[in-house]
Every structure is written in structure tokens, then in C-alpha cells.
């Protein structure tokens, strides 16, 4: 079946410096997708979400890219901070669908 | 600010052994879902449940699994004969609506010996 995939699985940043995490899915059916922060022996906390009929959507300091073109998502943390470490998660979901589909993570790592 | 709430943290059980775990959702939500992460492994979708009833379910979702809300506030998992391979991490979810964003519970981890 199709799934939810990510880029690199590791991620070292400076502190201040901007992170930005990538996502790719299969499935272009898909039309809900949600960036979820996962911090050592905690439930996947929400971060930001976007649908498909948008290409950008900002919280604070994060922003998620949809490209539906090439079936890629980002989450961009501006100003990483050493509580931003964590590993993060795409997750996407499809017309009427209930359940998530995960990707397997991607851990950032913020440096002093 | 309303959240997602399980018991046990942790549990410890012998094969073959039955466990529950339990789950408050957040109190206006509809929809339901526990989903599991094996350690190191991504997180993986089990049921969802609305109106008092399986909506969807995935493959890992056997027989041995069930889920209920016995009242109106408790979702329970109940495994019936836990296997070694259940050992993880379980997570509850909720969603106001079944399209929109799921608040995790901080998850109960399960080891089976």
C-alpha cells in the first residue's frame, strides 16, 4: 500500500540556526496532512496542519509547505531551539478517511 | 487545556494474559482511535470508533482486539491474549470531527513477557 515516507531520518542544526524537515507521500489522493513533535516517552504532540487545497500555512515560528505537484511536504521550524529536539512526524490522511497514515520519523537535534 | 489522558503509564504482563487500557478522551470529541508504536518504529493506526461503533480498523486490529467506551467518558483496548509482539507503545487519540486534527494521549506502554 501506499505510505508516508521521509527524506532523512536525522537531523543536526545549530541552535538559532532554521530547520526544515521533509516529508514525501504516495498517496495523492491524500488531502489532510499534520506535522506531529514526538518528544522521549510521550504521545505525538499536534504542531501544525495543512490541506490540500493550500501550499503554505504558518503557525509560530513553524511553517508547513505542501508541493502536491511532486507529493512533498516540509515543516520549517525558524530559529531552531534545544527544545524544539525531538523526532518529528508526517502524518496524511484521505478523503473521508479516519485513520493517519504515519511517516517513520525524522529526529532533529538541536546543538549549542 | 483539555487533553487526551490514559492509565496505566506502564504494564507489565505474562503472555497469554488479558489486558485493558484505558482511555478519557477530550470531553466534546466524537471520534476515537488508539494506535501503537513499537519502540524505535513509527506509529501505526489500530480502530477508530464513532457513535458507539468500529468506523475503521487496520490489519493489526485481529480478533484478539476490541474496544469500548462503557461510559461516557472511558475508551478502553482490550488485548485478550497478549502476544510478545504486542509489546509497545499504545497511544489513544480523539478528533472533534473525523477530518480534523487527533490529540494524542501521552500513551501506555505495554511489555509482555
Known amino acids: 500500500g501506499e505510505s508516508v515516507g521521509l527524506h532523512l531520518p536525522t537531523l543536526s542544526v545549530q541552535e538559532g540556526d532554521n530547520s526544515i524537515i521533509n516529508c514525501a507521500y504516495s498517496?495523492?489522493?491524500?488531502?489532510?496532512f499534520i506535522w506531529y513533535k514526538q518528544e522521549s516517552g510521550k504521545g505525538p504532540q499536534f504542531i501544525i496542519d495543512i490541506r490540500s487545497n493550500m501550499d503554505k500555512r504558518q503557525g509560530q515560528r513553524v511553517t508547513v509547505l505542501l508541493n502536491k505537484t511532486v507529493k512533498h511536504l516540509s515543516l520549517q521550524i525558524a530559529a531552531t531551539q534545544p527544545g524544539d529536539s525531538a523526532v518529528y512526524f508526517c502524518a496524511e490522511t484521505f478523503p473521508y478517511g479516519q485513520n493517519f497514515v504515519f511517516g517513520p520519523g525524522t529526529r532533529l537535534s538541536v546543538l549549542p | 487545556e483539555p487533553e487526551v489522558t490514559q492509565t496505566p503509564s506502564h504494564q507489565v504482563t505474562q503472555m497469554g494474559q488479558e489486558v485493558i487500557l484505558r482511555c478519557v478522551p477530550i470531553?466534546?470529541?466524537?471520534?476515537f482511535y488508539w494506535y501503537r508504536q513499537i519502540l524505535g518504529q513509527k506509529v501505526e493506526f489500530l480502530v477508530s470508533?464513532?457513535?458507539?461503533?468500529?468506523?475503521?480498523k487496520s490489519e493489526i486490529f485481529d480478533d484478539q482486539f476490541s474496544v469500548e467506551r462503557p461510559d461516557g467518558s472511558n475508551f478502553t483496548l482490550k488485548i485478550r491474549s497478549t502476544k510478545l509482539e504486542d509489546s509497545a507503545m499504545y497511544f489513544c487519540?480523539?478528533?472533534?470531527?473525523?477530518?480534523?486534527?487527533?490529540?494524542f494521549g501521552p500513551g501506555t506502554r505495554l511489555l509482555v513477557l
Open positions: 470508533f464513532y457513535n458507539n461503533e468500529i468506523s475503521e
Open positions: 487519540a480523539s478528533s472533534a470531527t473525523g477530518q480534523e486534527t487527533q490529540y
Open positions: 470531553s466534546n470529541h466524537l471520534y
Open positions: 498517496n495523492s489522493a491524500s488531502d489532510y
